[in-house]
């Protein structure tokens, strides 16, 4: 089955920056598209960046300007580059992907999270 592994979380004081990496294993897989999302304490989880294939990329306005989404096809890698954080941006960041064709019987995976806590 596809795995994913997200790294790079923390604590980190406002105006600091962290940068998130998600790598998808596994065999046999196309990767169409791949996102970001987040759930704060006590909120739904949301979409925070996602880039297609193409490299085309859409932001959540809270995160427009502070956060760049890139990926590594060859490693089959998302990153997320936040920049400016904010106390608002804390939250437990999920890695998401979906596939041109099913696998396993999903098109769809998702990662365990990484917590991110911004706080002086």
């Known amino acids: 089955q596809v795995q994913l592994v997200e790294s790079g979380g923390g604590l980190v004081q406002p105006g600091g920056s962290l940068r998130l990496s998600c790598t998808a294993s596994g065999r046999g897989f196309s990767i169409n598209a791949m996102a970001w999302y987040r759930q704060a304490l006590g909120k739904q989880r949301e979409l925070v960046a996602s880039?297609?294939?193409?490299?085309?990329?859409r932001y959540a306005d809270s995160v427009k300007g502070r956060f760049t989404i890139s990926r590594d096809n060859a490693k089959n890698t998302v990153y997320l580059q936040m920049n400016s954080l904010k106390p608002e941006d804390t939250a437990v960041y999920y890695c998401?992907?979906?596939?041109?064709?099913?696998?396993?019987?999903?098109?769809?995976?998702w990662g365990r999270g990484t917590q991110v806590t911004v706080s002086s």
């Open positions: 998401n992907i979906v596939l041109n064709f099913r696998f396993d019987g999903h098109d769809t995976y």
């Open positions: 880039i297609a294939s193409s490299g085309s990329t």
